[in-house]
Antibody, heavy 120, light 111 residues
Framework: QVTLRESGPALVKPTQTLTLTCTFS??????????VNWIRQPPGKALEWLAR???????YYSTSLKTRLTISKDTSKNQVVLTMTNMDPVDTATYYC????????????WGQGTLVTVSS | QSVLTQPPSASGTPGQRVTISCSGS????????VNWYQQLPGTAPKLLIY???QRPSGVPDRFSGSKSGTSASLAISGLQSEDEADYYC????????????FGGGTKLTVV
């Protein structure tokens, strides 16, 4: 059974760096075809993709946010970490980690999401 | 402003058939398969359709997808009250280094 769970601070101050951890089970990120993404959703708004990391350590970032994002993986801990620098109130959102199915990535599973509020 | 364009809202009565459109470009829908997601309030998105028209196990055959050129559509037949939700299309985009793009979402109301 595949599960993903996001963890991190519920509240961060403007200009701080956000660190989110996705802890997963039921698969290994060292297996070909495995990819983990981060997606966010501001309250009442649409989904916005942030970043993806693949089994071979390939990394992809949102064009508009790439200067602020870093994605990494710890295969031994079954974790993927996303850092986002210089947080702003507009970054308030529910942050999801997910496997999204496409040609080169198998399966489609989502975590429950974690709400991050940016406020002083 | 989302890269993929969806109508913000759609509606239908129980038993009706509704379609939701998703318009993109040659670098995303025109080159890659489309996924469709259903999001109920307060929950994570759930995959309804992958590879343009494939249903994961457990998804009723009332849901169907299609793609033509740089556009895709989700059809829901035999509309039920529990289908009231937000629906999102998504596709990988080959521009730059590659990235996922989502539609702005369509809120479906069952009246």
């Amino acid at each position: 059974q595949v599960t993903l769970r996001e963890s991190g601070p519920a509240l961060v101050k403007p200009t701080q760096t956000l660190t989110l951890t996705c802890t997963f089970s039921g698969f290994s990120l060292s297996t070909s075809g495995m990819c983990v993404n981060w997606i966010r959703q501001p309250p009442g708004k649409a989904l916005e993709w942030l970043a993806r990391i693949d089994w071979d350590d390939a990394k992809y970032y949102s064009t508009s946010l790439k200067t602020r994002l870093t994605i990494s993986k710890d295969t031994s801990k079954n974790q993927v970490v996303l850092t986002m620098t210089n947080m702003d109130p507009v970054d308030t959102a529910t942050y999801y980690c997910a496997r999204i199915r496409t040609i080169s990535c198998s399966g489609d599973y989502w975590g429950q999401g974690t709400l991050v509020t940016v406020s002083s | 402003q989302s890269v993929l364009t969806q109508p913000p809202s759609a509606s239908g009565t129980p038993g009706q058939r509704v379609t939701i459109s998703c318009s993109g470009s040659s670098s995303n829908i025109g080159s890659n398969p489309v996924n469709w997601y259903q999001q109920l309030p307060g929950t994570a998105p759930k995959l309804l359709i992958y590879s343009n028209n494939q249903r994961p196990s457990g998804v009723p055959d009332r849901f169907s997808g299609s793609k033509s050129g740089t556009s895709a559509s989700l059809a829901i037949s035999g509309l039920q009250s529990e289908d009231e939700a937000d629906y999102y299309c998504a596709a990988w985009d080959d521009s730059l280094n590659g990235l996922w793009v989502f539609g702005g979402g369509t809120k479906l109301t069952v009246v």
